[in-house]
């Protein structure tokens, strides 16, 4: 069973670090290549942006499957 964490959470964080690529490579191709509107990121940036949209937007949005309980109101029936 500890393998299995272990390979879990070894997953996880091999997906940290292929989508701050995917991040870096959209980035800078549409936002700099086609818009040019923003210097291009490396990949530390990217790694950054990524890292704080996880943190901004984690948990929020369609398909969570957590109820949220605020002040004795559910939202789920």
Avoid: C
């Amino acid at each position: 069973m500890r393998t299995l964490g272990r390979f879990i959470a070894g997953g996880g964080i091999a997906a940290f670090f292929f989508f701050s690529w995917v991040i870096e490579m959209l980035w800078n191709s549409i936002v700099v290549g086609h818009l040019g509107l923003f210097k291009p990121l490396n990949y530390w940036q990217a790694a950054g942006l990524w890292f704080l949209i996880t943190l901004l937007f984690a948990g929020v949005g369609i398909g969570t499957g957590r109820s949220v309980v605020w002040r004795g109101w559910s939202t789920r029936d």
